[in-house]
């Protein structure tokens, strides 16, 4: 009885028989007295002269005075007409007030508009002179014949309101389970998702508002799909990057106690270097679940750019000339200073300096660049390897490489990118790449300018 279709279909019942009931009503009295008065003008004298016999009367008397006497005995030859019931036969001069009335109840009193506009004209030379009116009762009796006509009329009334009131609830039916269809789809679907079912959709239809929410549902659930993907590869991807360090740390410790190696220098060593990866490893995720949580500890305020960034070109430069790669660093003149975390910032640079040299080959060239139009703009340009353009939209999740062997290669945790991304964005930023494979890399990233309205 709680379901949408069958509230629906009530309420179409109740909308079709208020509106049958009070439709059927007001034909019903309509018809019977307009018939009413149509029996009542048959069966005056009308046609047999009656008008004729008041319009001679005035032209000869040039007044109504005495015309109670004709239309008296035409009452009396009327088949009492004056008797209880039956229709009032009413005379009235051309001001529309009342000088005869058969049943002897309105004389003297005043015609109303609508009776009016239902009385029979009397004419004399032109001119109305008076009006004659069979004044009908809603109660009064018919001759057989016409209670009959009359009787049939309101049986075709009660089986056109009952046919009509049937073919519109049947059609409020339909109507309530076409509405309806479309939720209870998006209910199965929900309940799909419950069951962990995450590549149900439902099907798109029904009104705009419905197809609306339908399409808002499966953008929704591709989204969740998405991110329990992203999920459980996250889960297997840190299961990986812990299982690989301590697997190395636990057998060379076995070998060490089982004296399969000597314990020396460069053994402890290893193990130290692995030690550091895990530790790097967990303080990486741990920025990143920070970032997550909204709650990363930022320290923003006023950085100038050129020094902070041939700052950390310094640092990579002796790495680039081992690897016979020019560094070079351009930057806008009056350059205005940022918005951010001048630590944090570093580190994005350092992140990015360090891909772009990891991937470019000898001879190559990395660039940094920074503009500020209309807000600061960092670019890191590199003529590596270049990434392929099925992994370029994934290049800022974690843990993603876009090499299958999943390399560990110089310590990498594979959150580097992610971290930087994190970083920006909570600095009010944002970061984005461009790559040709064969011919380089172009990461950019973006800081609002010192002057602008930032909400911390």
Known sequence: MNRLWVRLTLAFVAITLVGVISVSVLV????????????????IGVQSGMLDTLAIFYQQHNSWNGVATILANSAGNGAGRGGRGRPALLLADSQGQILYDDHATRTGGTLTTDERANAEPVIVNGQRVGYLLISTSANGSLPPAAQT??????????????????????????????????????????????????????????????????????????????????????????????????T???????????????????????????????????????????????????????????????????????VAEIQHVQLDVEIDEHMPNARADPDRLSQVVRNLLSNALRHTPEGGKVQITATAHPMIRVCVRDTGEGIAVEDQPHVFE???????????????????????????EAMGGSISVESVQGQGSLFCFTLPLENATQTQ
């Not at 079912?197 to 705009?208: L, M, Q, S």
């Open 28 to 43: 019903d009295i309509t018809a019977s007295q307009a018939f009413r008065q149509y029996v009542a003008r048959q069966g």
């Open 248 to 318: 190395v740390m636990q057998g060379s410790l076995q070998a060490l106690l089982d004296e399969v190696y000597p314990l020396e220098r460069s053994e402890i060593a290893m193990l130290y270097d692995e030690a550091r990866l895990l530790t790097r490893l967990v303080d990486d995720l741990r920025e990143l679940s920070l970032a997550d949580a909204g709650q990363l500890p930022l320290q923003i305020q006023s950085v100038t750019l050129a020094p902070l960034l041939q700052a950390v070109a310094t640092q990579f430069a002796i």
């Open 398 to 424: 974690r843990f993603y490489r876009a090499d299958p062997s999943r390399t560990r290669s110089h310590g990498s945790t594979g959150l580097g990118l992610a971290i930087c991304k994190a970083w920006l």
């Open 149 to 246: 006509f009359l009787d049939q009329l309101r049986t075709i009334l009660l089986i056109v309101a009952f046919v009509g009131g049937g073919l519109a609830i049947l059609l409020g039916v339909i109507i309530s389970r076409t509405l309806s269809a479309p939720l209870a789809a998006l209910a199965q679907a929900a309940r799909a998702f419950a069951t962990h079912d995450w590549k149900f959709r439902v099907k798109i239809g029904g009104t705009k508002e419905i197809a609306a929410v339908g399409s808002a549902f499966n953008a929704m659930a591709a989204e969740i799909q998405r991110t329990e993907t992203l999920r459980r590869n996250l889960v297997a991807d840190i299961a990986h990057e812990l299982r690989t360090p301590l």
